[in-house]
């Protein structure tokens, strides 16, 4: 992990926590063919954590609960390296 001068973690940490994070999750969900499309964005600027997810995939598990467990997994991994 990269950190910063004061020992927090760097932006780039951040984005790259949270986008393995959420592509984990649905990666989890899902084998990789069945994906037709994804797309994380992570955004992470003066200490606001934006994740997008948006899932092109087969009704089930249903596409949209799946984007949010990985919106939830991203945040929660960043909040992991937060606290460490």
């Given at each position: 992990m990269t950190t910063t001068d004061d020992s927090?973690?760097?932006d780039e940490?951040?984005?790259e926590a949270a986008s393995?994070?959420?592509e984990g999750?649905?990666?989890s969900r899902y084998k990789q063919s069945e994906v037709t499309d994804l797309d994380v964005t992570v955004r992470f600027e003066d200490g606001l954590l934006e994740v997008d997810v948006y899932l092109n995939a087969p009704?089930?598990?249903d596409p949209e609960a799946v984007a949010n467990e990985a919106v939830e997994a991203a945040e929660n991994a960043?909040?992991?390296l937060f606290e460490n």
């Open positions: 927090e973690p760097s940490a951040v984005i393995d994070a959420a999750v649905i990666l009704d089930a598990p960043v909040d992991e």
